[in-house]
């Protein structure tokens, strides 16, 4: 009999290069644990609307919206299965690539996933952005905001994070979520930090 397998949410901003990473890590996860991913959608320009942050991070989250729409917009269209590829195009031009969060780079990242070009301009369109706060308020809420993405919730228990990096691969990978698992599906658990003393590193 094949073991059960369980399926872990996870929110994401394609801005964000740390949810990059540990989306990367997922993908390592999914092949030597079995789980299986389900990629859903939140808005730093959203949970940040309201609060007290740096002009130099206000101005970072001024196109932010665009991404997450036209991902909102290709679901609503086609289904939430290319989620996920869509957001590797987005997040592989933005975070590998350094292309900027434009209309071009959307347009190369749906055709890339066999999506039509007419997506794209949902990045300059507030109609979907009712569907993205819900999104986002399904995984946020889950896990309070003093926090951003990623968010994942799997088998009852949600927690942001890890901030990790670089990508842990293969059995590193496993054993992380693991450990992961453990910590976060502890009761009482809350909080285990320190400080980065690195950037983002996506290879």
């Not at 949410?9 to 801005?15: A, R």
């Not at 942001?160 to 976060?184: M, Q, T």
Request: net charge negative; with cysteine; aromatic share 10%.
């Amino acid at each position: 009999m094949a073991d059960a397998r369980d399926t872990a949410d996870f929110w994401f901003d394609p801005l964000c290069p740390w949810a990059w990473i540990a989306s990367r890590w997922m993908l390592e996860v999914q092949q030597v644990r079995p789980v299986d991913i389900k990629w859903h959608i939140m808005s730093l320009a959203y949970l940040n609307a309201d609060k007290d942050i740096s002009e130099e991070y206000r101005a970072l989250l001024a196109d932010a919206w665009g991404p997450v729409r036209v991902v909102q917009a290709a679901r609503e269209a086609h289904g939430e299965e290319i989620v996920g590829p869509l957001y590797t195009a987005l997040g592989t031009r933005f975070h590998h690539e350094k292309k900027p969060r434009s209309k071009e780079t959307f347009l190369e990242a749906l055709a890339e996933v066999g999506l039509p070009s007419a997506l794209a301009d949902a990045a300059e369109s507030t109609d979907h952005d009712e569907a993205i706060k819900a999104s986002h308020h399904e995984g946020m809420d889950q896990v309070g905001y003093e926090v951003g993405t990623p968010c994942i919730a799997v088998n009852g228990v949600a927690f942001f994070g890890p901030v990790i990096s670089p990508i842990p691969r293969g059995d590193a990978a496993g054993k992380l979520w693991d450990g992961v698992l453990l910590v976060a599906g502890t009761d009482g658990f809350f909080e285990l930090k320190r400080t980065r003393t690195r950037d983002p590193i996506f290879d």
